[in-house]
């Protein structure tokens, strides 16, 4: 963890915070924060700054925080996932705030098991914990946003444009040629949003609906990924071209 | 699983093999192979291919092979990394042997714990399946070679040059301006070293060491990832940048 991320309600105006419960046994156990030390904080969606320790008790820890005057920049990427087994995304979202996504947008697809979307690890009391693991890794406040989507072609043809305005757009294909740096570097891209299929791949209908509302296909390679490892090994390509 | 890959003392010279143990139940019940079936297959470290299904019994399942006669490249980029946690190392096998490496080269530093040494899974019983289930996954045969150095000094004055003779060499560090395509776009690299240090960092010293045995830095920007989210994210940056 490389800082701490509060909740902005968790912070008065004078800048007093306190750790309870599972952060503040974390603070003390695994960080062994003393009275008088500085640590790194961070307010969900808001700035970062250093905050003292001011008390360390079994109830809690009590800390002065003093922030940035600016909130970190939102990332520039986007994510459109067709919904992996509840496994792979359960590793999948600390990564996903890690690396740095402005949005996640899972949906189902004709390979996606319809019993994904019943599973705990897409309901916010799960995933947020994990993304909030990743943005403290990552040292970001940005919370991702979540949107869970069970019908595929209603949400590329009604919602898509609504939730990711005009960006370029990307689907992940193992037979494109072009790489995500090829067919970024001709373009002066604000935002991308970028598509992986299932497992085993989008069908014909869903490649052409994609193509239909602007993504572009790019590849990584004759080699085949399991889905976490390509959204990391994607993610990472994309924001390496955008920087 | 997106090609089955067999030891080369399982195939004989007619191209007839036979899958047991877990191969011939995971052929059974998970693939539900059937007499008359094509199967893509694969020799370790030799070449890729096609199989008929001529048996599907209890015991095993008989393959007859047609091999491609050449074998796939060996990946151009080489691992040096700081042996991470066991529960870290364990999930990173399949995924450096899916995105493809050559060689993988563990080490010991000031901030890696000496009981990871002692983990089951740096030894080659366990890591060897989980290096198989990765090149099953990319459909490739080149086992990455492994090796386990617990004396960092030794390693890199000693030993390196022999395991990865001259190459152009990179070390991860946050704080570096330059990233791998950047570095790398100057050169005409034929095989890339890559180092990852542990969680905590390298010490001064150890970069130094680096640093004077030819490793330039190379950098993501400024978040900081897990080990494993890093490796997967610098692999797919340096194979972009040698294609």
């Known amino acids: 963890m490389n800082v701490i991320l509060l909740e902005p309600g968790d912070v008065n105006d004078e800048g007093?915070?306190?750790?309870?419960?599972?952060?503040?046994?974390?603070?003390r156990t695994v960080l062994r924060v003393a009275v008088g030390q500085t640590l790194r904080v961070g307010v969900v969606d808001g700035p970062l700054g250093l905050a003292d320790v001011r008390e360390v008790a079994a109830d809690g820890v009590a800390l002065h925080c003093a922030f940035e005057r600016t909130v970190p920049e939102r990332p520039r990427v986007d994510v459109l996932l067709a919904l992996p087994r509840p496994k792979v995304m359960r590793r999948l979202w600390a990564q996903l705030a890690a690396l740095g996504v402005g949005r996640i947008v899972l949906t189902s697809a004709a390979r996606v098991e319809r019993d994904y979307f019943d599973a705990h690890v897409v309901t916010p009391e799960r995933y947020r914990p994990l993304l909030i693991e990743g943005l403290q890794q990552a040292r970001d406040t940005r919370m991702p946003q979540v949107s869970v989507h069970r019908r595929f072609k209603v949400l590329i043809e009604d919602e898509l444009d609504a939730l990711c305005p005009p960006s370029v757009r990307l689907v992940a294909d193992p037979a494109a040629a072009r790489s995500p740096a090829e067919t970024l570097a001709a373009r002066a891209a604000d935002r991308v949003l970028l598509a992986i299929g299932p497992e085993g791949g989008w069908t014909d209908f869903e490649c052409d609906l994609l193509a239909a509302h602007g993504f572009e296909r790019v590849g990584m390679g004759p080699?085949?990924?399991?889905?976490?490892?390509?959204?990391?090994a994607l993610l990472a390509l994309v924001h390496g071209a955008l920087r």
Chains 1, 2 share one sequence.
């Open 16 to 27: 007093h915070a306190r750790l309870s419960g599972a952060a503040a046994a974390h603070a």
């Open 223 to 232: 080699r085949t990924l399991r889905t976490d490892t390509a959204c990391v």
